[in-house]
């Protein structure tokens, strides 16, 4: 599985931006795709995930409230919207995806985009 990440850029505080991760490859069924992101110095961290049927979603506290993950399997696309953007979004955002049910962590994605620049003035 290829994941296509993008939708990235610059936007003021307040801002949004909507975030598109595009699958290719292997027949590509039950695969449960999540965001992360990671900032400068920093871990990569959860940002939220979406079950394969999109019946189930889990977010971040952090932005919980603020971002909304879908997704069209007709399109093989996951979307992250992100309204009410803070300076602390900045990072780089990255999908990822596995077979199964959603999880939070890492290391359970097997599948990575290659990761979409987000930038939030204040």
């Known amino acids: 599985v290829q994941l296509q990440a993008s939708g990235g850029g610059l936007v003021q505080a307040g801002g949004s931006l909507r975030l598109s991760c595009a699958a290719s490859g292997r027949t590509y069924s039950n695969y449960a795709t999540g965001w992360f992101r990671q900032a400068p110095g920093k871990e990569r961290e959860f940002v939220a995930a979406?079950?394969?049927?999109?019946?189930?979603?889990y977010y971040a506290d952090s932005v919980k409230g603020r971002f909304t993950i879908s997704r069209d399997n007709t399109k093989n696309t996951v979307y992250l919207q992100m309204n009410s953007l803070k300076p602390e979004d900045t990072a780089v955002y990255y999908c990822a995806t596995r077979q199964g049910q959603l999880q939070v962590g890492v290391k359970f994605y097997r599948y990575w985009g290659q990761g979409t620049q987000v930038t939030v003035s204040s």
């Open positions: 979406i079950s394969w049927s999109g019946g189930s979603t």
